[in-house]
């Protein structure tokens, strides 16, 4: 028997935690219910008369401990009003059949549905997020907080879906655990790459960014590593990638054991190698195979590790941002790969005004 949908309460307090391309997640507070007062304390000394207290949703039921408990140690993700996200209801039952039979269960990002519409939560947060497009607003009265919106996200908001997704919470808890993040990429080479490639498809792909940032007088990423060494078997290759992602000399150990012991990064590469055998140019934008190659090539990584500070610890790892991608993504995954192609990004063969530095697994051999 499927278990009914959890109603998002009126009284939950939501505050905006970060956002992505495609989502917005916030940070969960439920309330859990008391008893009702008497008389004398309700209407007690200092207690402004009925008129004046907020009316409550008569037609929302009065949450249980137990409504209450199944937000405990979730966020609220949801998605915005984009061609190519899908209602939640159809990522997650595309998670399910798709996502879920890969992966075991403790190495996803659980999630499930949420019912929106009685909170109002959608028309509430779009308005919080338009006041936080404003330098540093704030709204005194609303239980919905916000933090400065990131400039490049102003002017997209929330779609008006029916649904949201409760996502396990990967951020540090009261135990005080560290949490790393990391959008592994492409952990093999794109079937469209030229044979003689001196840089993977993501490496290529940020050289290319980086030097239109150089050209816009901009700061060029930093994040310089090559996923290719992610599931390499050179300790070279797994220290130089644990020091770009984990300079913290205290932590890096760690970090690195989990590297060469993992099963999770290795399983990923294997999906995207199966799932897309042909490349952008010859495979189906609407066969699933390949949007799912595509999916586990977007997804991030979450690492939460023991707070006794040793690296003997069990870590927790999962993989989350696992949205079926839409097939009208199609073209942008063309275009981008001609230019890398085009341009020279992939042989390191570009212009001379713009030319990047080879840090690539593929540029050592």
Known sequence: MVPPIPTLPSKAALVYLGEGAANVVYRISVPYPTPPPSQVEEYGEGTPPPTDIEIEDPDEPIASASDVKIFDNKLLRLRKNLATTLPCAVSQANWLRLIVPMFGSEQLVDQFLVQLRPARAIERLNKQLVESEKPRS?????????????????????????HGLLVTDMTPGPLREEVMEFKPKWLVQSPSAPTNAKRCRQCAKRARA??????SGHDVSRKTFCPLDFVSQKTTDIDRITSQLEPDARKAP??????????????????????????????????????????????????????????????????????????????YWRTTERDLINEGWYQATEKESDRQPLTCSLSRK
């Open 210 to 215: 980086n030097a239109k940032a150089i050209r």
């Open 254 to 331: 760690r970090f690195k054991h989990w590297l060469q012991s993992n099963t999770l990064l290795k399983r990923l590469k294997h999906a995207q190698i199966q799932l897309d055998p042909k490349g952008c140019f010859k495979a189906d934008p609407e066969d699933e195979k390949f949007r799912l190659a595509m999916t586990l090539r977007d997804c991030t990584v979450f690492l939460k590790y023991p707070s006794n500070g040793r690296g003997d610890g069990k870590v927790e790892a999962r993989i989350g941002d696992l949205d079926l991608k839409s097939s009208g993504k199609a073209e």
């Open 138 to 162: 704030t709204s005194k009265n609303s239980i919905y907080t916000h933090e400065a919106r990131p400039p490049k996200r102003h002017g997209i908001y929330l779609a008006n879906d029916e």
